[in-house]
């Protein structure tokens, strides 16, 4: 008896070279991938490298570009997350596909409710069903039970009962433990093995390496848009993950400037937000690009935007240049003269359906008011025109234009021209550079790098680790709602980075 | 499968494209103009002496209240709610002020300048109507179009039951004199609807808080995040409006020459048509103070003509809604325009 | 909100939201009893529920719309115009079954319009419905040439007045089958439970596959044509239809659905027990009011209060955006 050569139809996906882009962006280049029956994949990648996306086209969620996939032989192109369900691939969210109006049991057969006289609902014999797959699953939870009521941990419970329903043979599960309990936790990772047991296929998305290490029998690691390498788990080591995660020669030139920063302008003591943001401190300096890391649900966004009183925190303090700040409100903040841009422009830093000299000037107008807050027509044209010049905001008609007709790049231009109008003294910026081409992005960096010159404090708030090490004077490293490191610029070191950004202070 | 356009770096939009949407916000924002034209121009056709100087004058006098109680209204609407109110500001200040200077035993009945004592207390009557609407949007955090609903029911209620349904006549002659009287020959009515529809013209369209107005339309959290006082703004667009049908409320009254608590009974659809007809959309951030001008006098326009064109009231009503929904899908036809652009792939991740 | 993911905290606030309809309803017949201790003869009862049902049934109906998010402003004008034809064709001949199916039907056609502007062009709820009130109102009207129309047929006194085995109205009974369907059709029917879904993420809603445009589109078309069926059966009862009939109703169907727990913003309230409760609370407070005599035009100003405080309390459970 020979060695047993792993047979073809034992690949229950193959996907070959795989392209995305987005407006122009190359977001996947030459993606390919083989997943096992039973086999548990983790699928790990900076932010910004391309998992979801990937994700979303084996879901059916997003069309790919170029490319093939076959799943148990036969050629699978769904047109549709509905029939990448049928086929049996089930994609678990983040924010998970419930309705906290309806039961647990209610939400399970969602799409097919079991009948029973006259044709309506037969909830005892669903109640029961319900029950018996939740046990399956070690879930304890009633069938009768509210979704509204249930913690994280037992509404994904239900998501993957829901998918095991559906007859799923691909489960993708998208960074599932971020909220999570340790017991939750474990609950979850018996079931994947058990799952994968039964030949149902996994797929795990995760930047929690030692739990990608525990779970999958094989890893994949994704890196700006490529598939690095696929190999089996016991092949790998951990170290060895996370220099192919960032392994990229720095070759790319940033512009970095010499830079003499000032006295501290703003400071963050111990500032709390229920399960999100723990103890966070951080202070920055005039003159100063203070660069801040983290992966996905590190709390980055979810700590300026507590700050800035988009949303609220519940303990900590803050100071400005030396005074502690009582109003955390964007009108306050923005009198004197700190600036936030969020990381979803489209959302909350645009009028979409306005023209771009009016979104640019939205924050400036009442700077540039004449008498009985009359707007200064002339202002806002010298300013905006101003800001598109420097900026090279590429339009035909500030006036005429709407933003939202603008390339994504141009809108970024648009809402940091917003707030650059309002001349801040401190510049919180989240992913300022998402979604724009790498000219762009230079003439920002060399923008940022005037503004330091002139004394404004800089955030900035980034997933792309090259960047930051490129441009920043330092950078702050955040793990699971905590400040897990930081180092300065001479310090700066991929790995080093990565490796608090997962594990947290070491 | 691309959306149209939106991919091509900005600048390279070519001159068909450009004349396409132009047209399309066009008719999207000054829908009135298509409508208001034709009509008037097939009036002066159909209906003998209606090009006289005296009835265009007359015209003006008809709209003026409907053009300043619509001017408040627009502010509500631009900010993508309703006010239904207006009607219980007019009819509460109208018997309020009446049964202030009614020579037949009002309080200040004898007084020369009762009167005028009686217009403030009407304007006060709309601002605290308005104060409580305000109050209900943006700190009980109600739906507008109930709030306004609920205030309705109660202060025409109470105008009711007040008065009984009675009528309070005998109003003084500088009083009545408001709808019919003119200085250096402009008919009063006329030169309130100018200072009106000037205050609020550029109220809208010139200060920084009518930038905020649309800017609120648009979107709350954008507004917010970029520093604007939404609560604060909202607010005021009430007060306004109520401010506003309180004013629009003196002229009527002033015109029936007695308070009646039903007096704007069937007001409503000619205000909310006025503004909708006149290009201000409920989708929020977008209107225009000369198109709800515009949109008053025509309906006034529609009115007249269509009664004398032996049309019952209730007909030209559904003319009315008709035209409201015309408009309305004209607009739905416009927003797609831009929202295919807007609907991209899912983001770069 | 309570929505967080977490245990169950039951506080006074919880209780009052679950229970308080029905203290309300307790309290207000224990007030109204205490002033005129007629109010809970079971002639007023039965009274009472007469004067429910058209309402009711219209409620139905608009439970329906307001669980996907939706609101129809039209159902007043529906009762018009739905009462008025079928006076005129009973009148004219028409026999019972038949005037039933017109009525549904006439409503049903109004609803069919709301939801196609609604549902299909995505056109705002508010100023649709605004605008087909109008519109409906004024061709009811022209129709009727602004003539009171008068039930003179067998029809009308059959609905006004037939009482099975002598006590019951046939009104009420129609009530009941109505309600009770409207309830059974929300919990036990898959439609039923789409809605809810609908109502609480519609997004989600989307990604599942339920046909989110259709479901609302068939919300409008079962609002009309109760709120035509409400009109058959409210016209018979006052005898003699206005062209101010059922003027207004719509936000008496409104507040009494808010009152019973439908929320404006969707996804929440039930038809048996939330808005029929809803209804007979509303009801009462107007079969009260004329018991004391009340002055005729405060009840305008109560059924304001009502429809104030009963959305006020909704508000204050759910977020909004200042509109």
Redesign the interface.
């Known amino acids: 008896m020979g060695e047993e050569v792993p047979a073809v139809s034992e690949v229950l996906l193959s996907i070959e070279d795989i392209e995305k882009s987005?407006?122009?962006?190359a977001?996947l280049e030459c993606v390919s991938m083989k997943l096992k029956k039973g086999s548990v994949l983790g699928l790990v990648g900076e932010?910004?490298?391309?998992?979801?996306?990937l994700m979303?086209i084996l879901g059916g969620?997003?069309?790919r570009d170029n490319g093939s996939m076959s799943l148990a032989g036969s050629e699978y192109s769904p047109n549709g997350?509905?029939e990448a369900a049928r086929k049996g691939i089930v994609f678990i969210h983040q924010e998970l596909?419930?309705?906290?109006?309806?039961s647990v049991a209610?939400n399970m057969f969602?799409?097919?409710?079991p009948r029973g006289i006259a044709?309506?609902?037969a909830?005892k014999s669903m109640y029961s069903e319900a029950q018996r797959m939740l046990r399956a699953l070690g879930e304890t939870v009633s069938p009768r039970a509210l979704v509204?009521?249930?913690?994280?941990g037992t509404?994904q419970m239900i998501e993957i009962s829901k998918a095991l329903k559906e007859d799923a043979k691909i489960i993708i599960f998208d960074e599932p433990t971020t909220?999570l309990s340790t017991k939750e936790k474990e609950r979850l990772f018996a079931i994947i093995k058990d799952l994968s047991s039964q030949e149902v296929s996994i797929i795990y998305i995760s930047h929690m390496l030692d739990d990608v290490f525990r779970l999958c029998d094989e890893i994949a690691v994704l890196r700006d848009g490529r598939m690095i390498t696929q190999k089996a788990t016991r092949d790998l080591s951990k170290d060895q993950v996370i220099s192919l995660m960032v392994g990229r020669e720095l070759s790319k030139l940033f512009p970095y400037v010499e830079k003499s920063p000032g006295k501290e302008v703003l400071r963050f003591e111990d500032i709390s937000q229920g399960k999100t943001l723990h103890n966070i401190g951080l202070a920055l300096r005039e003159g100063e690009i203070v660069g801040l890391f983290g992966l996905m649900g590190a709390g980055r966004s979810e700590f300026v935007k507590a700050i800035?009183g988009?949303d609220k925190f519940d303990s900590g303090e803050v100071f400005f240049k030396g005074e502690k700040v009582k109003r955390f409100d964007?009108?306050t903040?923005?009198?004197n003269g700190v600036a936030?841009i969020?990381e979803n422009r489209?959302?909350?830093?645009?009028?979409?359906?306005?023209s771009i000299k009016?979104n640019l000037v939205?924050?400036h107008?009442?700077q540039i008011?004449g008498p009985?807050?009359?707007?200064r027509v002339r202002s806002e044209n010298s300013a905006s025109d101003r800001v598109i010049e420097q900026l090279r905001?590429?339009?035909?008609d500030k006036n005429?234009?709407?933003a939202?007709?603008?390339?994504?790049g141009?809108q970024q231009k648009t809402v940091i021209g917003?707030w650059l109008l309002t001349k801040p003294k401190v510049f919180l910026l989240d992913e300022p550079t998402?979604?724009i081409d790498v000219g762009a992005k230079y003439e920002l960096y060399n923008h940022f790098n005037d503004l330091a010159l002139d004394k404004t404090a800089i955030l900035f708030i980034s997933s792309e680790m090259e960047e930051l090490m490129g441009v920043c004077d330092r950078i702050c490293v955040m793990c699971r709602g905590r400040i897990a490191g930081e180092l300065d610029r001479g310090k700066f070191d991929q790995e080093t980075i990565l490796k608090l950004a997962i594990e947290g202070a070491m | 499968m691309h959306p149209r356009g939106s991919a091509r770096a900005a600048g390279e939009a070519g001159y068909p494209d450009m004349i396409m949407s132009n047209l399309r916000r066009y008719l999207q924002e000054k829908p009135i103009n298509l409508v208001f034209l034709p009509f008037v121009v097939l009036s002066l056709i159909f209906i003998p002496g209606f090009g006289r100087w005296q009835n265009l004058v007359n015209i003006l006098v008809q709209s003026a209240d409907l053009s300043i109680i619509a001017c408040g209204m627009t502010f509500v609407i631009m900010n993508g709610g309703i006010d239904f109110s207006v009607v219980a500001v007019i009819n509460l200040g109208s018997i309020v002020g009446a049964s202030v200077m009614t020579r037949d035993g009002g309080m200040l009945g004898s007084s020369p300048y009762g009167w005028a004592v009686a217009i403030l207390v009407m304007l006060i009557v709309g601002l605290l109507i308005g104060a409580v609407n305000g109050i209900a949007v943006v700190k009980l955090k109600m739906p507008s179009f109930i709030a306004t609903m609920g205030t309705q029911l109660v202060f025409s209620g109470l105008a009711l039951v007040y008065t009984q349904s009675v009528t309070i006549g005998d109003l003084p002659d500088s009083f009545t004199g408001i709808a019919e009287g003119s200085i250096a020959y402009v008919p009063i009515p006329i030169l309130m609807t100018i200072a009106v529809v000037a205050f609020s013209y550029y109220l809208l369209h010139h200060t920084v808080f009518g930038r905020h107005v649309f800017a609120i339309g648009t979107s709350h959290k954008v507004s917010y995040i970029s520093g604007i006082h939404v609560k604060r703004t909202v607010f005021t667009l009430f007060l306004l409006s109520g401010f506003l049908a309180a004013l629009g409320g003196t002229i009527m009254t002033s015109r029936v020459g007695a308070g009646m608590p039903a007096l704007a009974r069937e007001m409503l659809l000619d205000i909310v048509a006025a503004v909708i007809i006149g290009g201000t959309s409920i989708a929020g951030g977008r209107g225009s103070m000369i198109g709800t001008l515009i949109g008053a006098v025509f309906i006034i326009v529609l009115n007249n003509s269509l009664k004398l064109l032996g049309i019952q009231w209730y007909i030209i009503n559904v003319f009315k809604g008709v035209l409201v929904l015309v408009v309305a899908f004209l607009d739905f036809v416009g927003r797609r325009g831009h929202r295919s652009h807007g609907r991209r792939g899912a983001s770069c991740e | 909100m309570k929505a967080a993911a977490g245990g169950q905290d039951y506080s006074a606030v919880d209780f009052f939201y679950k229970y308080g309809l029905y203290m309300v309803f307790v309290a207000l017949i224990a007030v109204f009893t205490a002033l005129n201790a007629t109010f809970i003869s079971a002639a007023n009862i039965v009274n009472l529920l007469q004067q429910s049902s058209s309402a009711s049934i219209a409620a139905t109906g608009m439970v329906c719309v307001m669980l996907t998010g939706g609101i129809d402003l039209t159902i007043g004008s529906i009762i018009y115009l739905s009462a008025a034809v079928v006076v005129m064709m009973t009148n004219a001949g028409l026999g019972i079954l038949p005037a039933l199916v017109v009525s549904i039907g006439i409503g049903a056609a109004v609803g069919v319009i709301n939801g196609v502007m609604i549902a299909r062009f995505k056109l705002v709820p508010i100023i649709v419905t605004l605008a087909m009130m109008f519109i409906v109102r004024g061709l009811t009207m022209a129709l009727t040439e602004i003539k009171m129309q008068y039930f003179m047929n067998p029809v009308g006194d059959f609905i006004a007045r037939y009482r099975v085995f002598g006590i019951l109205p046939v009104i009420v009974i129609a009530m009941a089958v109505v309600v009770i369907a409207g309830q059974l059709t929300l919990k036990y029917t898959a439609f039923g439970r789409h809605l809810y879904a609908i109502g609480n993420n519609p997004v989600a809603a989307r990604k599942s596959g339920i046909a989110l445009d259709l479901k609302t589109f068939i919300t409008y078309v079962i609002s009309g044509s109760l709120a035509g069926l409400a009109g058959l059966i409210g016209g018979a009862q006052v005898g003699g239809v206005t062209t101010t009939y059922g003027s207004g109703q719509e936000f008496l169907v409104i507040s009494a659905c808010v009152l019973g727990g439908v929320s404006l913003f969707g996804g929440k309230g039930k038809v048996l027990p939330g808005a029929f409760i809803g209804v007979l609370i509303v009801m009462s407070i107007e079969n009260g009011l004329v018991m004391v005599n009340a002055n005729v035009y405060l009840y305008t100003v109560v059924r304001g209060i009502i429809i104030f405080l009963a959305v006020m309390v909704d508000c204050m459970r759910n977020k909004s955006d200042l509109r």
């Not at chain 1, 959302?347 to 306005?354: C, F, M």
């Not at chain 1, 939202?404 to 994504?408: D, I, K, R």
């Open positions: 987005f407006s122009g962006v977001v932010n910004g490298a391309g998992k979801s996306t979303n969620i997003v069309p997350p509905i596909n419930l309705f906290t109006n309806l209610e969602l799409e097919k409710y044709g309506g609902i909830y509204a009521d249930l913690p994280m509404r909220s800035f988009v964007p009108s903040w923005i009198e936030l969020t489209r959302e909350e830093g645009l009028l979409l359906p306005k009016d939205l924050a107008l009442n008011k009985l807050n009359s707007i905001i590429r339009t035909y005429e234009q709407q939202v007709m603008l390339s994504g141009n917003k998402r979604g």
